[in-house]
Structure formats: structure tokens, C-alpha cells
């Protein structure tokens, strides 16, 4: 249940087993509302009602609860019911796609709003979750590339002492967590702690972001595979030829820093100078902006525009088939037009 009402100077008493009670408490709380809480019927008493606005019963279970209302309504206190929380002590990791909330999927929003704590990465879409995590603790794990704002093995530990202490923790990350994302590290630290985890899916930017700019990763008879490559530390040549060699569309993540090398390494391994590269950055954001080049130009088109991170490359054909993309219109055209004339 979300609450929009503001409950400053008010006290609410959240009746309920601790673990049944755990949401509403934080949501009540962050209404602005003094919480008092009462797990057990047993300690019931008619003074706990004294100076309360409101009693939120948390259906826990107990039929030792049965009199509550009857009680406060002769108080003339506001009685509530709410369903109990959704048992806890878990961890989920989110794909959240490339940054907005509408490539959440339906899995992924439920998830939000049935977390109690959301550790959230920098590229995940993070600006509305207090809405779409609205009884949730929202924890900014992000990284900026280079320096690592929370270490891998903090974030995993948190996680997973958040989850021990009865939590339902979801991992947001960007895209799909199992792609670059260090999300099977996260799985196997959990079992290993005995931490039960599951995993969902996301739209992983390695394919929607090229969508984005109108690029498809494969297309009949231009490209019927497509490679996807961490620029994070240089390739060796060997892996350069073998690239090169496959004849498909190779997208590449993280792959700004290493751009002089990567064009260069498959250069070397007698990759067509002309062949079309993209630039893509910051797909589906307001400022997505596409570069388009060869694999010779790239690097001075990119310098040129003060290409940043993140972005996303994709190296091929199907480049030139971004005739949806306005701001490369002109120069895929021309390159159409050399590819017609060969
Ligand atoms: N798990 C993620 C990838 C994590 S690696 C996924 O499946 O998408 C981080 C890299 O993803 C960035 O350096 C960038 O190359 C790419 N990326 C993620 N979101 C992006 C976006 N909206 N626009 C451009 N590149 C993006």
C-alpha cells in the first residue's frame, strides 16, 4: 500500500508480528508519523490507544487480535487492516533495462514494490523508485566509472546481512544483471551464505540501446550473429581475430577508454577500414546521441564530439541500416551511398 498522506505530529500504533509488521512500521514512519508498535495481543493494554489517531492492524495471523477492533472503536481511535508482509530474508536481483522505467518489466515492478530495501546501481533506473519502491530503503550503491562509490564485496555483504536480518532485498542493476554485471558473483555469495536468491531478468543494453539509435543487431542477409564484447580492459589479438574473422556485428560495452585499441586491434586482424561503426550514448535518456563513422574515423569522430561513457559500440553492417536515427541521417546516407556504389 503506498501512503500519500502527510502523518507529521500524528502517532500511529502498528499492531502485528515484527516480520508481518516490518513495512508498515517504515512506511508510517516515513509518512512522518511517531510509530509505537505491539507484536504480541497479549500485551495489550487500553492506554497503548491514548494520544494514537490511528491503529494499523497487521494481519498476522493471530486470533488473539480479535478484540482490537471493538476496542478502538469504543476509543473512537481509526482502525486499519493491512495484510502482512511478504515473508522476507531474501534477495532478488533486478535487471532494470537501460535506464527508464517503462523497460522495467512487469516482474521487475512487482518486485520493487514488495522490497523493503533497494540497493540500486547508477545505470538501473533509479529516479522515481520511491514510487515504484514505495515501502522500500533506497541504498545508492552506483558506480562512477573508476572509482567504485561501494565495493563489490560491501555491497554483498550488506545485502546479505540485510536479508539475515529478515529483509526482502532487491539488487537493481542495469540491464540485464547477468550480462557485465557481476550478478552470478552476487548469486553465489548468497548461497554461500545461505541466502535464498533469485534472479530477474532485464532488457540488457547491449541490444536495446543500439534499437535505440534504430540499429538491429542482426538483419537477414547482412549480419546473422552478433558478438557481445566488455571494452572494460583491452583484448588480445588473438580474440581481435577472431572477431574479425566471424564476419558479424560485435557490440561493445564499456568500451569508450579502450576505443583507440579495440579499432586498431581489429584493424590489424584485417577488419575493412570503412566498416561502419556506431556510437551510442546514454540510449533512451533525453541527451541519447549517436555517432556515426568508419572503423578507421571513429576515433577522431569520437574525439571530435567528446563521445562519453556510457555508451554503447556497435561495429558492422547493420550500422547502416539507422535510417529511423535523424542526427546520422546525412552520413549514413553517404555511407549507403558508397556501400551501392561498390
Ligand atoms: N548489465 C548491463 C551492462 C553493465 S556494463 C546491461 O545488460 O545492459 C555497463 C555498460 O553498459 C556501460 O558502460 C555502457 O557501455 C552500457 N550501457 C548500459 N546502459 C546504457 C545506456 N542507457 N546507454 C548507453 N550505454 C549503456
Known sequence: MQLNADLTGQTVLVTGAPAAARRAIRRYRAAGATVHTLASPADFRSELLDGVVMVAAINDGDSGWLPLPETCRRRGVLLVNEEAAAPGGRVTLVGGGPGTDDLLTVRARQALLEADVVYFDRLAPHRNLTVLAPGAELIDVGKQPGHHKVKQADIENLMIQSALAGNNVVRLKGGDPFVFGRGGEEVISCA??????????????????????????????????????????????????????????????????????????????????????AIVERGYSDSQRTTVSTLTGIVTAAGAARVKSPAILVIGEVVKLAHGCKETAGRLARLADSVGAQ
Open 192 to 277: 554461500k551464505a545461505g541466502v535464498p536468491v533469485s534472479v530477474i531478468p532485464g532488457v540488457t543494453s547491449a541490444i536495446s540501446v543500439p534499437a535505440a539509435a534504430g540499429i538491429p543487431v542482426t538483419h537477414r542477409e547482412v549480419s546473422h550473429m552478433f558478438t557481445v564484447v566488455s571494452g572494460h580492459a583491452p583484448l588480445t589479438d588473438d580474440e581481435h581475430l577472431h572477431l574479425a574473422g566471424l564476419g558479424g556485428t560485435v557490440v561493445v560495452l564499456m568500451g569508450v577508454g579502450t576505443l583507440p585499441q579495440f579499432t586498431a586491434g581489429l584493424r590489424r586482424a584485417g577488419m575493412r577500414a570503412d566498416m561502419p561503426v
